[in-house]
C-alpha cells in the first residue's frame, strides 16, 4: 500500500530537521575553528569570512600536550572496542545456544547493572585500582570502558547468533569441529555485521569518555577530552578559537569512522529484527 504523498513529504520534513539538529552544532564548531578570534561570537553569525589557520597554528604551539593524548585516546579506544566486541561476541554465543535458570538470571544482573550511572562505580573501584596499581595506566581505561559496553554488545550479538541455523554448528561438529572452532569458523563470520555495531558504538563512547579517564588517569594515559577540559578552565582565559580546532581534530577520527562503518550499523542493528 504506497503511503500518501503528504505523509511522505512530513516524514522528509522531519528527517531534514532532524539532520540539521544535528549537524549545526558540529557545523559550527568546525567553521568556528577557522575564524579569527573576533568572528567567533560575534551576532548576527558572519558565514562569508577569510578562514585562516593560527587557531591550528595556537593548539599546536600552546598545547603540546593534546597530541600526545590524542594516541593515548587511540590506544586505549582500539584496545576497548576489540576487548568489548570480542567478549560480547563469546558471551552472545553462549546465551544464544545454550538455556538454563544461571545464565537467566546472569543476563539480567547485566542488564541491571548496565542501567547504574558510572559515577557509581568509581568510588569502590578506586581502592581497588590502586591496590592492583593499575592508576594511570591504559589498561585501566581499557577494561573500564570494555566492561561498560558488554552487556549491550552481549545482546546485541546474542540477536544476531539467534539468526544462525543451529544446523550450521551441527554440521561443523560432525566434521569435527570443537566449540572453539565453531565460534570462530562459523559464528564469527555470520556475525561480523553485528559485531561492527557493537564496536562503533564501543569506539565513539570510549574515544570521548570523560570521567574515568579524570579519576583514574593523571599523565601517562591521560585522554584527549581531558585537555579539552583544561582549555575550559585555563588561567589565562579561554581560547575559544584554539578549543574549536581542538574539538574539531578529536571529532574528524570518530566522525570519519562512523561514516566508514555506516552501513554495516544499520545493517547490524536491523539485522535481528528483520530476519525470521
Known sequence: MRRPLHIKILRGLALVAIAFWSAFPIALVVLSSFKPARDIFVFPPTWAFAPTLANYAG????????????????????????????????????????????????????????????????????????????????????????????????????????????????????????????????????????????????FVYAWNEFLFAFIFTTSAAKTAPLVLSEMTGAVDGVEWGVLFAATTVQLVPVLLFVLLAQKYLIAGLTAGATKG
Open 59 to 202: 593548539l599546536w604551539l600552546r598545547w603540546p600536550d593534546f597530541f600526545r593524548t590524542l594516541g593515548n585516546s587511540l590506544i586505549v579506544t582500539l584496545g576497548a572496542t576489540a576487548l568489548a566486541v570480542l567478549v560480547s561476541a563469546m558471551a552472545g554465543y553462549v546465551y544464544s545456544r545454550k538455556r538454563n535458570p544461571y545464565l537467566a538470571g546472569s543476563a539480567f544482573f547485566m542488564i541491571f547493572v548496565r542501567l547504574f550511572p558510572p559515577i557509581v562505580v568509581t568510588l569502590p573501584l578506586f581502592p581497588l585500582v590502586n591496590a592492583l596499581r593499575l592508576n594511570d595506566t591504559h589498561l585501566i581505561l581499557v577494561i573500564l570502558y570494555a566492561t561498560f559496553f558488554v552487556s549491550m554488545g552481549t545482546m546485541i550479538l546474542k540477536a544476531f547468533v539467534d539468526q544462525i541455523p543451529r544446523e550450521l554448528d551441527e554440521a561443523a561438529m560432525v566434521d569435527g569441529a570443537g566449540v572453539w572452532s565453531v565460534f570462530w569458523r562459523v559464528i564469527l563470520p555470520l556475525s561480523a555485521q553485528g559485531m561492527i555495531a557493537v564496536g562503533v558504538f564501543v
